[in-house]
């Protein structure tokens, strides 16, 4: 197989895979109202399809990366999406409630060893002054397929019923693991894939696992509960967990977070980055949702069409975020995307009643673009600053950013506007959403003026000669 179609078939099955997960949580939210009216059963309950497959997620990702290094991101990738559409298959077909959670769960660990492998097969298939472009286009689907999902997941709902957006997903997360298993990635990639002394650090998962599981279930308990002792419990379990997960890396022989990746200058700030942008984004859409459903009476289907604007400029900014960057470097080109970002929320502050719709789309328009030539460009320096070794753990890192980031944004959100009408609520909290994308713009001026040549593959140590293995005997 040569290296064009081995790049070619790569990012199909990328593409594939970021697009199904990302549509899959789109349609459901769609789709849960008539979930619950079929199965007859409670809105917490509901609740707890999005709160599995979220848990679950942020507890393996980084782990799923690393066996991705361990095992070889195509095997990895071709389990996670063909495990992904079957979970998918299972719950069109489930019986009850029971069964949706648990096959969420399911899907929830296919969609953990799904995501960081999409980046990792990248990063091994594309040398790294090539690897901006693709990213980017795998941004651009995961900005498409989130916005098509409430559109198409309406659609279906309405004609078919809530069991037809799971089989939505069933073929393309098929043709993407079949795609994964017809790529031959090349001998160095498999190479270090293989390469012995990478361990696990199962003990290091446990603990990390443990602390992201209790985080993101502690901030998706906010929204519904505020504040309560339970919420409080929870961040502290995360804190603690998180503390000992610390200590034990820094004693480790092998640990999940490979020193060669902590220790470039690069992913911490670009991981603040992708962190900060996804909660000052989703935290604004949450509460400009409301606004526009509660404030201004626009029906579900009318309020995703009034965003539109911010999914189709995400397409196109993803793209050209990759030329931007090869010709002003990350650094500008995160900057110039965090200060839209923020430029975006601030033209929301001043939403009111009367405000004109092309006032609305700008606002939508200036988050979209922001935050996709943000997402494609801190993406790119995240995995490229990587070695090759490491880039599941890499893939993992920028997943759970990714993850936790819009689950703090609601949280943060749903806390500021509290106690507040839908009208008055939507200022105060946008003025601080703003900040945390400032902050994020602060930590972008930390990335490198231009791109840097990518962390050196680890080599393994040789094996000790025969004759000295037997004085040590």
Do not use: K
């Not at 504040?227 to 502290?236: F, I, M, N, R």
């Not at 911490?268 to 509660?294: E, M, R």
């Amino acid at each position: 197989m040569t290296a064009a179609r081995t790049r070619r078939l790569t990012l199909v099955g990328s593409i594939l895979g970021a697009a199904v997960v990302a549509l899959d949580g789109t349609v459901l939210t769609v789709a849960q109202p008539s979930l619950r009216r079929d199965l007859d059963t409670s809105l917490a309950a509901v609740q707890w399809t999005s709160t599995a497959y979220l848990v679950t997620v942020a507890a393996l990702l980084v782990f799923a990366g690393r066996l991705g290094d361990r095992f070889g991101h195509r095997q990895v990738f071709a389990v996670g999406a063909i495990g992904f559409g079957a979970a998918s298959a299972g719950i069109g077909f489930a019986p009850g409630i029971g069964w949706v959670i648990g096959l969420r769960v399911l899907q929830g660990v296919a969609g953990a060893l799904l995501q960081p492998a999409t980046l990792g097969l990248l990063r091994a298939v594309y040398p790294a002054e090539l690897l901006a472009r693709p990213i980017a286009w795998r941004t651009s689907a995961i900005g498409l397929s989130a916005a098509a999902g409430p559109l198409v997941g309406g659609a279906l709902t309405a004609q078919l019923g809530w069991r037809s957006v799971f089989f939505l997903t069933v073929v393309p997360a098929a043709v993407a693991g079949v795609s994964a298993l017809l790529v031959r990635l090349p001998p160095s990639a498999e190479a270090t894939a293989a390469a012995p002394g990478a361990g696990l650090d199962l003990p290091g998962a446990g603990l990390l696992g443990g602390a992201l599981a209790a985080l993101v279930f502690t901030l998706a308990e906010v929204p519904e509960h505020g504040p309560s002792p339970a919420v409080w419990l929870g961040l502290a379990a995360a804190t603690a967990l998180g503390t000992a997960f610390l200590r034990h890396e820094r004693r480790t022989r092998h640990p999940l977070l490979p020193p060669a990746v902590l220790r470039a200058p690069t992913v911490a700030p670009a991981l603040g980055v992708l962190l900060t942008a996804s909660a000052a984004l989703f935290g604004t859409l949450f509460l400009v949702t409301y606004f526009l459903q509660d404030v201004l009476a626009l029906d579900p289907l009318a309020c995703a069409l009034r965003a539109l604007p911010l999914a189709l400029a995400m397409v196109v900014a993803a793209p050209a975020s990759a030329a931007l960057g090869r010709r002003h470097g990350p650094r500008r080109t995160v900057v110039a995307g965090m200060s839209s970002l923020t430029l975006g929320i601030l033209l929301a502050f001043g939403f009111r009643p009367d405000t004109p719709v092309i006032v609305t789309s700008a606002a939508f328009l200036l988050l979209g673009a922001g935050f996709g030539s943000v997402m494609a460009t801190a993406t790119t320096a995240v995995v490229r600053a990587a070695p090759l070794g490491a880039a599941g753990v890499a893939g993992g890192l920028q997943q759970t950013a990714m993850n936790i980031g819009p689950a703090l944004g609601v949280a943060a959100a749903t806390t500021l506007a509290a106690g507040r009408p839908p009208a008055e609520a939507l200022a105060p909290a946008l003025l601080t959403l703003a900040a945390v994308a400032v902050t994020g713009t602060l930590l972008a001026t930390r990335l490198p003026a231009a791109h840097r040549p990518a962390a050196p593959v680890p080599t393994p140590a040789p094996a000790p000669a025969p004759a000295f293995r037997d004085a040590e005997r």
